[in-house]
């Protein structure tokens, strides 16, 4: 059991079937939570209805809501997610919301201190106060990971590169990865290529690319080792590549070799897209058999 803590949004997710609870790093924790880790979120909600229910939702996972804050600012975050006829989502994310005014705590700083893994991404360094706040976390954290989650407009290459080369591991997925190579100057079609280039800009060892139904690539140890994905019937793409990350991080930190934690965390993240919304349940039935297949 490992201590996983993330930092960022949580919000409801208002999707085509109605409101589900949200936010890439509050999908993360729950689905670390849910293979026996404890997970942690840092975040804010505001002072509303909408926040409320999020806490009561929360508390039906049995997650940790002691270190979300309410904002005196600004209100609950809703974003409205838009589905293709593929399944995959867009996202309309208002601002500023209460995750854009987490302040710094001494309980924070205490988690961020004690953890094993420390999670964050780039969309929560959208405004001033929270990305101050992201950056003093950062100083304490014994192993950093960054889950990139470009989301246009909410960000500035003068951020992402920072945020890259303070992590130990980056997380992001193929077009994210061409678009912040080609921005840094360098175009190639190679994902093993612009893994190299980024690796050698960034000075980071660790960097993991999802590829959509062709799996993922995940280079360790200095060696790609890669996963060509599962073949599922897409419901929604809303939360999987959260759920990929969070099992991935779960198996690396408890011992299992690169190639088993990047084959199990394919295997929940197909399983994830199969369903509606970020967080369905996932049974370790259900993960052997999408691995067996």
């Known amino acids: 059991m490992k201590n996983i803590v993330c930092f960022g949004e949580v919000l409801w997710d208002m999707l085509p079937s109605g409101k589900k609870l949200g936010g ?18 840092i975040s804010s909600i505001g002072n509303d209805i909408q926040g409320q229910e999020i806490l009561k939702e929360m508390k039906t996972y049995k997650a940790d809501i002691g270190h979300i804050q309410v904002s005196r600012n600004f209100a609950t975050s809703e974003v409205l997610v838009s589905l293709n006829e593929r399944g995959s989502a867009s996202y309309e994310i ?69 945020l890259m080369k303070a992590a130990d591991l980056i997380k992001l ?25 980024l690796g050698n800009k960034t000075n980071t060892g660790r960097i993991c690319v999802t590829c959509g139904k062709h799996g993922a690539i995940l280079f360790i140890n200095n060696q790609f080792i890669k996963n060509k994905g599962y073949k599922i019937r897409v419901a929604d793409t809303v939360g999987a590549g959260d759920s990929f990350l969070a099992s991935l991080v779960s198996k690396l930190l408890n011992g299992d070799s690169p190639a088993e934690a990047l084959d199990f965390a394919c295997a929940v993240g197909a399983i994830v897209a199969s369903k509606s919304g970020a967080n369905p349940t996932v049974s370790m039935a259900e993960i052997d058999d999408m691995m067996q297949s």
Request: glycine share 2%.
């Open 94 to 162: 208002t601002m500023p919301c209460a995750w854009d005014d987490i302040e710094l705590s001494d309980k924070d700083v205490e988690s961020v201190k004690s953890s094993d893994a420390f999670i964050y991404g780039s969309l929560v360094a959208r405004t001033q106060k929270s990305r101050n706040t992201l950056f003093e976390l950062l100083k304490h954290a014994p192993f950093k990971i960054f889950d990139v989650n470009l989301r246009p407009p909410h960000y500035e290459m003068t951020t992402l590169l920072p």
């Open 24 to 41: 890439a790093p509050l999908n993360v924790a729950l689905r670390a939570q849910s293979f026996g880790n404890n997970a942690t979120v």
């Open 173 to 197: 997925n193929d077009d994210e990865l061409f678009e912040i190579c080609a921005r840094l100057g360098y175009a190639s079609q190679s994902i093993e290529e612009s893994i190299n280039f």
